[in-house]
């Protein structure tokens, strides 16, 4: 053999040597740590573990109070792997957090822009202010509990709002306390690009404290940290979902709201600003021909610049049918239209005042998150139901991205959550409730791994190219 080529041989082996020493020096440390599967789903659960019940946490609960915040992984066929419960003591400068069993609005997961982190709002934990006992027999969580007997009633003042920012590693930061907005309701949802500055939404008590805000991770107003700068500016808006996509932000409300939809800010403001409505709140449109549909959008996901999917909980709270499902609207000629709406046969379409004979079922899906591959969607959704702790579903089903028509696919329930209805009692092994759905976080090398790596890449091709050259020489 060529005696040079021999020497090429042979460098190349040591590159190959090398880069696998500085790659598996380097992996650990990066990955080692993550407990979550990428590919998976993680569902929002409430009820895994219990709550507090007259101002001691134990296994039961009822609807109206607070109860442990439980991320329960799926692989995409539905299997459950892992339970991954948020702490429910301090520890540092890191809070314990609750959410209230019965709250149907709130819980939602998402996952951050970068794909390391899942987000998540709740509430303070704290025993000390628990109630013990209310006039209508739920247990209460106040600093003033006369009147109040849910956790999502309470005062901001009393029982500071949270956010949790779950690492792949599977560590909760939940450092970020606020106590001057959505008070006596809830904090509904959060989304961040990074994890760092976060965008909150939820509702509140009046006009100023409610909405979507942007605050820094690690934030606390308690301790002085500025206030939560707003970002609706629309006066008594209740907001939804949060989230981003294509680099602007997108927000969602209900009919309670004073103006229904989903809602889109140009760029990812960071004061505040204008939001354009892009999907109708009500009234007749595309295949919805007869009659005046009420929606009530949650949770939305983009799986192109022209194509939406939104999780219509079907309830609408205004005495009037609404269109829950999933619904497809796609862009064309300078608006959103409505294709069709994917509904699981087994739903019931009514409406809920708190007054209908209809008492239990699952009327729509307040969750939403999806996946394209080779021009199908893969998505999957959590029901909402009529009773705020009835039994609910984690679903999946496909659509063809370039489908009009709807064409009739199947749904299937992946997982089920117990459930235990209004007022009632429930233990570790049969009461729980699922809240929201996203993709599970994946951890990526920090930048000094990949310097490494290609460092020794880097010095490999050198030595190789001055022993070449020298070869050459002689």
Known sequence: MNPLRKLKRALLRSLLILASVAFFAAVPSAFSQT????GDLVVSTYGVGGGYLNGTWQSTSVDGVPTTISLEEFTPSGALVATHTLPVTDSGSNFGIVGEYGSSSEGNLQLSGDGQSLLIAGYQADASIAGTGSPGG???YNGNPDGVDALAQSNASDVPRLVAVVGANGVANVSTQFNNIY?????RSVWSANGATLYVSGQGNGTADQGVFTVQAGSNTVT????PTPISSNTGLSTRIVSAYNGNLYYSTDVKSVATGIFQYSGIPTSAATATAILPANGTTGNLTSGTVNYSPDGFYFANSTTLYVADTGSPKNKATGDGGIQKWTFSGGAWHLDYTLTPANFIHAYNDKTSVLTDGEVGFESITGMVVN???DLYAVSYTIGDADQDGLYAVTDSLSALINPGDSFTELATAPGVGD????TTTGGSVFKSVAFAP???PEPGTYALIFGAVG???AMFYRRRQTTIAK
Request: hydrophobic share 35%; charged share 0%; proline share 10%.
């Open 224 to 227: 002085g940290s500025p206030a």
């Open 375 to 377: 021009g199908t969607v």
């Open 138 to 140: 739920l247990g209460y």
């Open 459 to 461: 010095g490999a091709l």
């Open 423 to 426: 007022n009632s009692t429930f």
């Open 183 to 187: 008070n006596q309701n809830n904090p």
């Open 35 to 38: 407990i979550f599967t990428p």
């Open 442 to 444: 994946i951890t990526v």
